[in-house]
């Protein structure tokens, strides 16, 4: 069984700062794309930032600039850094995996984390 564990999230003023961490457990052979998804209420999901399968970083462009992925290979670990929060960054935000175990590739999310801007 493969799992994300997600953490980081919060409550914190508009301005401020938080950090998620998403690791990845469990039996991965490789992952092919890892990423940030988040979702308000009332919303669609939609994507915040990754790394793709072609191993490109993108963002979405409401947080470009603000907000910074990174990950540690050696850990199955992706990290968002985000600064300079705003009300409108307010949701659930999910990591996201693609993988293979074997000869099966895979699709898994996390059990998401509140983030909560306020004004």
């Known amino acids: 069984q493969v799992q994300l564990v997600e953490s980081g999230g919060g409550l914190v003023q508009a301005g401020g700062s938080l950090r998620l961490s998403c690791a990845a457990s469990?039996?991965?052979?490789?992952?092919?794309?890892m990423g940030w998804y988040r979702q308000a209420p009332g919303k669609q999901r939609e994507l915040v930032a990754g790394?793709?399968?072609?191993?490109?970083?993108m963002y979405a462009d409401s947080v470009k600039g603000r907000f910074t992925f990174s990950r540690d290979n050696a850990k199955n670990t992706v990290y968002l850094q985000m600064n300079s929060l705003k009300p409108e960054d307010t949701a659930v935000y999910y990591c996201?995996?693609?993988?293979?175990?074997?000869?099966?590739?895979?699709?898994?999310w996390g059990q998401g984390t509140q983030v909560t801007v306020s004004s």
């Open positions: 996201n995996a693609e993988f293979y175990s074997g000869s099966y590739r895979y699709v898994r």
């Open positions: 469990g039996s991965i052979d490789s992952i092919i794309a």
């Open positions: 790394f793709t399968s072609v191993g490109s970083t």
